[in-house]
């Protein structure tokens, strides 16, 4: 089998902003994200689960 490449990205999109932390909004959705990713490389069997670490990390890199 060949090596595959997924990208997985977040998005939000409403008419209003969101209430409350812009930036925990934020992060809540890129921990969304990440685990989403994590499943779906443990489901497709992916080496060293793609990568992804147990927990996302939320620094920016």
Not at 37 to 53: P, R, V, Y
């Amino acid at each position: 089998m060949q090596p595959a490449h997924v990208d997985v990205g977040v998005e939000r999109w409403s008419p209003k902003e969101p209430e409350g932390d812009p930036q925990k909004l934020k992060d809540a959705y890129a921990a969304v994200a990440h685990s989403v990713s994590l499943a779906m490389a443990k489901e497709l069997g992916c080496e060293n689960n793609g990568g992804l670490q147990a927990r996302p990390s939320l620094d920016p890199a």
